[in-house]
């Protein structure tokens, strides 16, 4: 794969770059500044080459919600700038020392932040990926390269130009951001593999995206986003409470990953409480796939499937079941869930305790809808990604998660 | 693979119970402290299994080199207990809080640290490797499923037969440890990919059990171990504490990790230093393996292949290459290294910096031996591996590395 190969040495040159006192915090904020203008300043380019992404996807016969997420007019392109500047103003994330001390030996040793690397991105749809995920990897030091979906290739090929252009103003290396411009499967396979050149991949996208990354890659991976996520309604829950949460997490933003798909009720409010809930989410026609306890208090509850418990709807469908305690709760979590996000409403101070031990997914809540679960909600700044392993970063993952650490030990002639 | 499925079934049982509060630091230590106890009291047992293994290594006409590393006598096991023992002593690693901060809609959310779950170890000779991983995942609150190689197959089930025994007297599940009793390659192929049960892999042993492991798993990995490590002498080295720094880096132990297997020497000061170096390495009988360059300096040396740059020799043989400038040398370890340890002897500050910034591997030296890379002598604690990569942990890891994090979210009802 001859070209994987070119854009890997030219990654690692970039990055040399990165690596030296010629990139530091200033100079990394002009740049980032710079590509923000220029997004401003050539919007009218990135609008025209979207328009033949569009025009494309229409002809193909697609979906206007995918179309929208295609879709770049200049509002969102001020919104990818504004972006862009956000990162800027953050804190640099290099440079930190975590850890010192002074050896009986004499020898000083320091653990210190430095960039992953290269971080190679692989997304689907959305164009606007292109500059933020860009601009993260970049703020954090690191040389990134792109593989977009083949629907945005002209407007990724556009945006990328733009950000090359006013990286090599600002006196960086262009390479610093690199487009892979093959959207075919082998292309993507072979940066799966690339492990001499990337040093992290991060996929964004659907659970397919996602699955075809974690069987195929052997470069390290960060799984993102999936999420398949759980309310529990504890016997001590106040029901308003509960029916509000469960509204909102299911309602508020269906399609995203922090949006409930399964609710637990426990059986000694089950009769109570479902009706009630079942109230609220008919202002939205949510469907509601019941285990055969809820359809006897439902009868508007559709049966549900096995694999109704597996399933990210990221739609106005919402599973429940009835369980009989926390533990019940708790070990339906451990089976089904992404690991995500689960919240437990409650008014029992040593349910919640056991439940936040017990559950051991990414953000764990207590009496709060799982929709909280964002970078920006849990003032950690703008996020690359919400991790669902356990491995580096787990959660949402801002600039300190596009990181790494070095030792860096300093003697005298010192030997063992 | 009906055994692995049960081992994951078990351990995800042993994970539900190390999760609780009946697994806090005091229970943990108890545990251990029994563990290191049996360990004493059945030491007859053991050294009777490592017979059977020993007479099977014999039979096999095994080298004297591996039966030494499969070796197990009193003062070896005591020195396992011992090893058990200082694990319980150290900080407990779980329930850290790392963040924490009160949002403006009074969420409270905090980020703690937490087990990793699952981490599976597959290793090779050494059978006290199974008490020392044992230990440090336990303490760390993980289950473990072990996987030892096939000549150890006897000692590493008695070890483990101990070590369960103890933890359930100790009132822990016995499955917070397991043995995986299959040796054959398939089983260790199908481990690798145990994704649902297992949240990490960590394969301690040469560089082709970690090649295998890295590009057959899906479960995520973290790399440790090969060593291929470099000394550059600057022109401004104190030609004295070179020769001492690469001697002592190459020779004091030659088969672990973070011993020296390349020196890069400075044109200006070839001709002085490779003679004062070579007579040092002839003490031990160092073979150098030399570019064009030095073989004309140094008539006793043999010429380098290309590969001799890649490969950690783990023996009495120093690859050396003349460079032109500290950049050259950092382009060579940049191409040839295994990102472990890289040490610069220099008396010139800006090179001393620069080499810092431009190197990068786990651990960048100074003026000194690379043969400190160890979580003992940097100040951590015992260690699991050493990482050489980036993503989770780089360098020794300890028991904080063998640590995730969740976040936690208290509120009162919060929505979004």
Chains 1, 2 share one sequence.
């Not at 990926?129 to 970049?138: E, G, Q, R």
């Not at 079941?321 to 040593?350: F, G, Q």
């Amino acid at each position: 794969m001859d070209l994987l190969e070119k854009i890997g040495r030219q990654a690692i040159e970039a990055k040399t770059f990165l690596a030296c006192a010629c990139a530091g915090s200033k100079q990394k904020n002009r740049a980032l500044e710079a590509v923000a203008d220029a997004l401003e300043t050539r919007m009218q380019e990135i609008v025209a080459a979207n328009a033949e992404d569009i025009i494309r996807a229409i002809d193909t016969g697609t979906a206007e919600s995918f179309l929208d997420r295609l879709r770049l007019d200049e509002k969102r392109i001020l919104g990818m700038a504004d972006g862009v500047r956000q990162v800027a103003a953050l804190p640099d994330p290099v440079g930190r020392v975590l850890y010192g001390s002074e050896r009986p030996n004499g020898l000083k040793i320091e653990k210190v932040s430095v960039p992953l690397g290269v971080i190679a991105i692989i997304y689907e749809a959305r164009p606007n990926v292109t500059s933020d995920a860009a601009a993260l990897c970049l703020k954090a030091g690191n040389c990134v390269v792109l593989r977009g979906g083949k629907e945005a290739l002209s407007s990724n090929k556009c945006i990328a130009k733009v950000m090359r252009d006013a990286l090599e103003n600002a006196g960086f290396p262009a390479d610093c951001v690199q487009l892979v411009e093959d959207t075919d499967r082998e292309t993507a396979a072979a940066l799966m593999k690339l492990n001499q050149y990337i040093d992290v991949l991060i996929p964004r996208g659907g659970a397919g995206l996602i699955q075809s990354v974690v069987q195929n890659a052997t470069v390290p991976v960060i799984e993102t986003g999936v999420g398949n996520c759980h309310v529990f309604v504890d016997a001590s829950a106040d029901l308003t409470i509960a029916a509000d949460i469960v509204y909102n997490a299911k309602t508020s933003r269906p399609s995203v990953c922090n949006a409930c798909e399964t609710a637990l009720v426990h059986r000694d409010i089950a009769e109570e409480f479902l009706p009630q809930m079942a109230e609220k989410l008919a202002l939205k026609n949510v469907e509601i796939r019941g285990d055969a306890a809820v359809c006897r208090v439902l009868p508007q509850a559709v049966p549900a499937a096995e694999e109704d418990w597996y399933t990210e709807f990221l739609d106005y469908i919402l599973a429940v079941r009835i369980v009989d305690s926390l533990d019940e709760a708790a070990a339906h979590i451990a089976k089904y869930s992404s690991h995500h996000s689960e919240s437990i409403v409650t008014s029992d101070y040593h349910n919640a305790r056991r439940f936040t031990q017990l559950v051991d997914s990414a953000a764990v809540y207590v009496n709060a809808s799982t929709r909280y679960t964002d970078g920006g909600e849990f003032g950690l700044g703008a996020e690359i990604g919400i991790s669902t392993q356990k491995l580096h970063a787990r959660g949402p993952m801002g600039l300190n998660e596009l990181t790494s650490y070095k030792f860096l030990i300093f003697g005298d002639g010192q030997i063992r």
